[in-house]
């Protein structure tokens, strides 16, 4: 399956416009891969979280569910 559109999150955008546009993409049934840093924005915005260290998946799990049960400190 190929992606029908790959965004890399520019400044020039700007966040309100970036998250009208995310908003809008989910309610036209398209899934949406957020690749973030920022665990508040990702808490934020997600319906699912992985969390990654090292290239390896170290929790999937809703935002409750990460915030709740920690699989580990990092």
Known sequence: MQPGLVLRKAAALGDANMLDLLDTLHRG???IVLVTHDIDEALAL???IV??????????GTPQQVLREPANEF
């Open 29 to 31: 049934g398209h899934t």
């Open 46 to 48: 997600a319906d699912r």
């Open 51 to 60: 969390l990654l260290q090292a290239g390896r998946i170290v929790q999937p």
